[in-house]
């Protein structure tokens, strides 16, 4: 059992369209981080909330940190080619290990 | 600064035998942790090292092992390998070690084949 659930697992959508990506927990944590990777190359570090609530911008991308701290959301307005990639959610557990989510496969067809 | 880079970034191996990947982190990072991702298990934690210390330790057997050198460098080794180690193997460094925020950034990765 993930102790991060991610959902959808696959999502393939038309470019200019509005997708949302849920990463969520029956887990408390100190923190959440987003990253993107492409094909070939690493994880890249999107995004930490850390605070219950809080909401970030990054461009186009919204992310969103449950008030309880189990929960998160990325959302991407109007997806470009570029947006295409694997997303995983990781959640730090007050100093512990961080635990990744099983990720998100997204491909924008344009 | 430069990233984190990762030797060799390819690597076959055949069944029993072992394997030593290496890791330099972004400079003055002095936490690195490495990750197996794998289609059907994704990313794993393998183990955390600072100050040349285990940290944290993944559910790993003991065939997989680290260590991290006193300028932070790190190399993991893999003994007696098995089929179902074939895995991308990624090292991240983080700046300062847990609890605060623990963000990664990870190199480009080694991609093992066993055979």
């Known amino acids: 059992t993930q102790l991060l659930e991610q959902s959808p697992q696959f999502l393939s959508i038309q470019e200019g369209e509005n997708l949302t990506v849920y990463c969520n927990s029956s887990?408390?944590?100190?923190?959440l981080q987003w990253y993107r990777q492409e094909p070939g190359e690493g994880p890249v570090l999107l995004v930490t909330?850390?605070?219950?609530?809080e909401v970030k911008k990054l461009k186009r991308l919204t992310f969103q940190f449950g008030d309880a701290r189990k929960d998160s959301s990325l959302h991407i307005t109007a997806a470009q080619p570029g947006d295409t990639g694997l997303y995983l959610c990781?959640?730090?557990?007050?100093?512990?290990?961080?635990?990744f989510g099983a990720g998100t496969i997204l491909r924008v067809k344009s | 600064k430069a990233g984190v880079t990762q030797t060799p970034r390819y690597l076959i191996k055949t069944r029993g035998q072992q394997v030593t990947l290496s890791c330099s982190p972004i400079?003055?990072?002095?936490?690195v942790s490495w990750y197996q991702q794998t289609p059907g298990q994704g990313l794993q934690f393998l183990f955390e090292?600072?100050?040349?210390?285990?940290?944290n330790k993944g559910n790993f057997p003991g065939r997989f092992s680290g260590r991290q050198f006193s300028n932070s460098r790190s190399e993991m080794n893999v003994s007696t390998l098995e089929l179902g180690d074939s895995a991308l193997y990624l090292c991240?460094?983080?700046?300062?070690?847990?609890?605060?925020?623990?963000?990664?950034?990870f190199g480009p990765g080694t991609r093992l084949t066993v055979l």
């Open positions: 990781a959640g730090d557990r007050y100093g512990n290990k961080l635990v």
């Open positions: 991240a460094s983080s700046p300062i070690a847990a609890p605060v925020k623990n963000e990664q950034f």
């Open positions: 887990s408390v944590f100190s923190s």
């Open positions: 909330v850390v605070t219950g609530g």
């Open positions: 400079s003055g990072h002095r936490s």
């Open positions: 090292y600072f100050s040349e210390t285990q940290r």
